[in-house]
């Protein structure tokens, strides 16, 4: 009842009902220290606490009481950070026993111990770090006041199947890597018809159901669901996380048919040559043009959609400019933890020019006077707030060799870019060249070896030889 009264609010009345709340919640807190949270007394825990956008909360993370997430090798777990080997599979258990019985009910436990290194380094990690803004556990709050026993919230990976092969992807979640190298795919190996079928026990309870993949619009047995939905519960939020590159009737029929549907669309780079090669098989104008489209609709249905962006070292320079883009569509940006492959990953960029792209992301300024301007600028500073953290963090974490040999690497890769001086035909063919390398297990000796060729010859190679006779080439030179 309190829900539904909520949900007709105008928004600033119910901007100020969560400031009341979350002001009432901090007292009760400072004061009276309530069940459930006398077990996590770490100063960060603590801190965390008192950030909450609802205020303190018994529970730190709401995952394992409102949300299943359904990985594509059959496991089951809260969130898609908590997975692993003691998951409960869909194979030998019904989604109602994982539910209520299974390793969610270990994971609870964990948490009522302020346990979250068994299951959850996660968000362990980040939490010691105060990082509170890059935290998943975030993405449940708003689920806490929940009375439900069943989830509020299913989110679905149960195939790989996807049009791209982007770079920073592998082929667990994409098909079209997974063919490059094994020519053939997995797609759903785990999710049957009897899967299918027992949601229909779940959908009514569900506020938010989620699809990711590879591309949610590739996946046949999505639309399956997405039929039982609109028949069962057509008021569920559904959300979609698409790289918006297919359009098609059955698309179209699904944006006709139901009224709740939110996007999050991945885009990496606003820049269509560098777009191009992150997210290889893509073709950035049709992609925005299909953002336009998502975005037409949302307007439309008043529903959200929102851009995810993979913070690496090939985009570091145009993080910003997704501020910028979001705020002139009127829409929100947030920043992914990038922290693989390594070699992308901003976590691993040789310190100096990470310092760099720190200093010059904090120089960027950006409107805050829309709520959503606001979110994106805070988004913004959160992944600069994490960058400088990644700055700080003790590198002798690694051990001294992997440390060595991920500079090494990186800065290989700068040096090898460098010998081509920004000429973007080269650098299609290099990045093809680079790809092909990156699948054969010689590929941190040769690009050693690459550093070594003076850059005329290696220019001269790179126009004069196709993809296919470098690689040869490059093989030999081991
Ligand atoms: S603590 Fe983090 S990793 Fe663990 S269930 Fe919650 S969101 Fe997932």
Redesign the pocket.
Known sequence: MINKIYNILPQFCKDLTVEINRDLRLLWFMFVKPKGTKKCQDKSFLAYQKSRKYGPLKH?????YTSMFFARNGKV??????YNDNSSSIDNASIHDIWFKGSFAK?REE?NNCD?ET??Q???KLMLQKSYGS???N??EHYAFSKSKYPTIMEFELSNKCNLSCIMCDSNLSSSIEKNKKDDITDNKHYDKSFIEQLDEFIPHLQLAEFTGGDPFMIKEYYEIWDKIAKINPKCHILITTNANTMNPKIEHLLNTHKNIHFNVSIDSLEKENYENIRRGGKFEYALHNIDIFIDYCRKNKTNLNILVCPMTVNRHELHKFVEFANSKNICVYYHTVIKPKELSLKYLDKQLLQETISNLQTFEAPKKTKKQKTNFENYQNLVKLLINWEKEDKKEESTNKKEELLTKTQALELILSKIDGNSNLNKKLMALLDELNKTDVYLTIIGKLVKIENNIFVEYLQTKTVEELKEICLNLK
């Open positions: 730190i993370c709401y995952a394992p777990s809260p969130c898609y950070a908590s994971i948490h979250f299951t959850c996660f968000c362990n935290l998943l556990i993405k449940y």
